[in-house]
Nanobody, 128 residues
Framework: QVQLVESGGGLVQAGGSLRPSCAAS????????MGWVPQGPGKEREVGAF????????NYADFVKGRFTISRENAKNTLYLQMNSLKPEDTAAYYC?????????????????????WGQGTQVTVSS
């Protein structure tokens, strides 16, 4: 079965950096759109960034644009999120999500409802 396992969250001061990762198994990783989806306290899950399988095109929500970078290593079935210039409002559980297989599938990947598989999340806490 499909498993997505996040790691690399933690506690960091405002302005600091973290690089969570997500190890995927049970799917043809390169064929899936992958996303990072934060869920802050009392908030809905909202896609922060996603990356296509083929060609690795990326897309970012305004609240992370210019500070976070999503990337993937298909040979290692691993997804990353480089988080820089962290702010207290970035505090959230960060979920790895997979949608697809992409093929000719057209979906609004910026919406969390487009994803089929989810990890358990890794907590990121930013202190002021």
């Amino acid at each position: 079965q499909v498993q997505l396992v996040e790691s690399g969250g933690g506690l960091v001061q405002a302005g600091g950096s973290l690089r969570p990762s997500c190890a995927a198994s049970g799917l043809t990783f390169s064929r899936y759109v992958m996303g990072w989806v934060p869920q802050g306290p009392g908030k809905e899950r909202e896609v922060g960034a996603f990356i296509r399988g083929w060609g690795a095109r990326t897309n970012y929500a305004d609240f992370v644009k210019g500070r976070f970078t999503i990337s993937r290593e298909n040979a290692k079935n691993t997804l990353y999120l480089q988080m820089n210039s962290l702010k207290p409002e970035d505090t959230a559980a960060y979920y790895c999500a997979a949608g697809g297989p992409e093929g000719g599938l057209i979906k609004p990947w910026i919406l969390s409802t487009s994803y089929d598989y989810w990890g358990q999340g890794t907590q990121v806490t930013v202190s002021s």
